[in-house]
């Protein structure tokens, strides 16, 4: 088991971290830390077998990183073993706290799930295709969709691995790729994009990606800067966007490492790209960071590529003089416990959908759920709960109590003449609860009335859709 420390008679913070313990990204993380807190590194491949030395993982700091260059094709056998390692670690170390949540990470690790995430909360993404199952699959795809561009990805690749730009027009058909060879047991990337127009070499190629669980989206066009396509990688931390760099390259794949070149993103990129990275942010309320691809049109309109749970290498690019390792620990290190929890009512605490239009009917029929009833119950034994919601004071009064659900403080809109996402309310929340911003979570469904008023007060903040993802709030108070 590898385990360099920086020694520290009494360090202020235990850090493991599971990833590639020789690789540039540890030692970036490993300069970062201030000398007082110690770091221990486990690699995948220590997984599970090298937990029990943490136990519960009581005191203990994780950061989940990259598994570093992968041998293997990143198939659906390889993203299961994958799940099996980042759920051991959750599960065995259920006490320690995680900067980043293992659950959180593979989803970003199934990028068409992911997509479909993104675009249910109406985050910009290129329109989806599906997942392909060949060449001819594929072809039909774009003719029922009426695209002649599009962008095949492995549902479980990174760095470009695995990823075709593919075009028609009229009878000539055209690929940018990575990969050198493709076959059943192998997938052979190169660091230079190869050019494909023979349908034949186009067919077995996409046939062979299929067979590894690849998917299609539209090619959406990039902005054209410096001769070339670009695109903008925006690394967000603790829900603000921090440093951006916009890569420019000679093909439609855009990756650095394929001799793309970048430059820190300009004031007029970072209007068009943060308030997208912000959204996204809110997706992934239990991770430190993510790492935002976006591409942005000719007119400036972004469309998320991907999210990156290990988007956080980039070297020598550095926001308000940090860099992107300093600006992450400096944001951990700034994190207060959390001491109060302010719930949204219709649509968090029940889902409206299942009741009937009619009001009176639809209170009649209101009914708590048990699962929202135990866990406000479980919060209770360590939090102060409030209820944030705009309505009549009678109504949404007579909806707690139909739900059975207790809470310190009860504010409601129409009783102060002010609807969200007034700020006041929020405010008064947590002054009944005696809490600060900082040490207050805000749980909502509706981005713009309860997420964007909360995080602009200092707030923390989970973005829910229904009932069903209220669950997410034991891994964001464990």
Known sequence: MTRPTTSSPSPSERWLLIGDPRGPRTRAFADALPPSDSLEVLGYDELPSGLPHYGTGAGLTVRIDSPGRCPEVPDAAWYRRLSERLTAVADRLRDAR???????????????????????????????????????????LMESNKRTRVFVKLAHGSSAAGVVAYRI????????????????????????????????????????????????????????????????????????????????????????HLGAVRQPADARTRD??????????????????????????????PYVLEVNAFGDQLEGITHRGQTTYERQIEAWRSRQPLEGIAFDLDGTLFDRAALPADRRLALAQLRGCPDVTQLIDELRERHRLAVVTDGAGSTQR?????????????????????????????????????????????????????????????????????????????????
Not at 112 to 138: K, N, S, W
Not at 287 to 301: F, K, M, N, Q, Y
């Open 169 to 256: 027009h009229g009878d000539r058909h055209q690929a940018f790729t990575t990969v050198a060879a493709v076959d059943r047991l192998r997938l052979d990337n190169t660091r230079r994009i190869r050019t494909l127009t023979d349908p034949t070499r186009i067919a077995s190629l996409i046939d062979g990606l299929a067979r590894h669980r690849a998917f299609a989206e539209v090619w959406v066009p990039k902005r054209t800067l410096r001769g070339g396509p670009s695109d903008v990688r925006v690394l967000v931390v603790d829900g603000e966007p921090a440093h951006a760099v916009t890569r420019i390259a000679r093909s439609p794949i855009t990756n650095l």
């Open 398 to 478: 007579a909806k707690l109590r139909r739900l059975g659900l207790r809470f310190d403080s009860v504010v409601v809109s129409g009783e102060l003449g002010r609807r969200k996402p007034d700020r006041s309310l929020f405010a008064r929340a947590m002054r009944e609860l005696a809490t600060t911003p900082a040490r207050t979570l805000m749980v909502g469904d509706d981005y713009e009335r309860d997420i964007v008023p909360a995080r602009a007060m200092g707030m923390r903040t989970l973005w829910v859709r229904s009932p069903d993802e209220l669950g997410r709030l034991r891994e964001l108070v464990r």
């Open 98 to 140: 995680f900067t980043s949540s293992p659950h959180e990470a593979l989803l970003c690790f199934d990028k068409p799930r992911c997509q479909q995430f993104l675009a249910d909360r109406g985050v910009p993404t290129p329109p989806q295709l599906g997942v392909i199952e060949g060449y001819r699959h594929l072809l039909a």
């Open 272 to 301: 068009a790209v943060d308030d997208v990275a912000r959204r996204v942010a809110a997706c992934f309320p239990a991770s430190l960071h993510v790492g935002v691809d976006i591409a942005l049109t000719p007119r400036l309109t």
